[in-house]
Nanobody, 126 residues
């Protein structure tokens, strides 16, 4: 069973930065589409960013474009660098992975992802 283990997150003041990490283990196929989502109480899970397995294709939600950067190392870890954080970014952040036939696919809908990390809280104080 594929496992996604997240790290990072925490409490930061408005304008600050945080970096989230997500490592995939027990892979069953060669390639995965990878993404980050977030959720606040009472709201649906929201797309944040996605990256292809090659790392060459990325796509962001308009709300984070220019502030957040998704990246991938040469192994099994993806990152979400979050800069210029605002209280509106406060949420539980989840990484997600889905098996892919290509190294250059990305996905922006949560129902398209098969595997999820455990979630990590990000709190931005005003």
């Amino acid at each position: 069973q594929v496992q996604l283990v997240q790290s990072g997150g925490g409490l930061v003041q408005t304008g600050g930065s945080l970096r989230l990490s997500c490592t995939i283990s027990k892979r069953t196929v060669s390639f995965y589409v990878l993404g980050w989502f977030r959720q606040t109480p009472g709201k649906e899970r929201e797309f944040v960013a996605t990256i292809s397995w090659s790392g060459g294709v990325t796509y962001y939600a308009d709300s984070v474009k220019g502030r957040f950067t998704i990246s991938k190392d040469n192994a099994n870890t993806i990152y979400l660098q979050m800069n210029s954080l605002t209280p509106e970014d406060t949420a539980v952040y989840y990484c997600a992975a889905d098996p892919s036939l290509s190294t250059d696919y990305v996905l922006a809908r949560d129902y398209e992802y098969a595997y999820w990390g455990q979630g990590t809280q990000v709190t931005v104080s005003s």
